[in-house]
Nanobody, 116 residues
Framework: QVQLAESGGGLVQPGGSLRLSCAAS????????MRWYRQARGKERELVAA????????NYADSVKGRFTISRDNVKKTVYLQMNSLLPEDTAVYYC?????????WGQGTQVTVSS
């Protein structure tokens, strides 16, 4: 009964900011690394950011490095993606993801549209 629920997406102008949230339940949140993926229309799903279980290490795709920040709150059982200086090419459905016991779990996704 792993549940991941993304929120915070929407329409924003280039240069703007959004903060995505992923609320987790059904597993020991603090034991697992978490990831954000995105999939743009007509493109392959790509890993955007990852964070270790304790939140002490992060990794980012080159395309978002310096603009996006992944973080987590292990008390609230929520992982965040702060997105700044947004570009039209950031437009995509963003998904929260984890791996447990060899299985990938995904949220429903939240749409981010960057357009003037």
């Amino acid at each position: 009964q792993v549940q991941l629920a993304e929120s915070g997406g929407g329409l924003v102008q280039p240069g703007g900011s959004l903060r995505l949230s992923c609320a987790a339940s059904g597993f020991i949140f603090s034991s697992y690394a978490m990831r954000w993926y995105r999939q743009a229309r007509g493109k392959e799903r790509e890993l955007v950011a990852a964070i270790t279980s304790a939140g002490d290490s992060t990794n980012y795709a080159d395309s978002v490095k310096g603009r996006f920040t992944i973080s987590r709150d292990n008390v609230k059982k929520t992982v965040y993606l702060q997105m700044n200086s947004l570009l039209p090419e950031d437009t995509a459905v963003y998904y929260c993801q984890l791996n447990r016991w060899g299985t990938s779990y995904w949220g429903q996704g939240t749409q981010v549209t960057v357009s003037s």
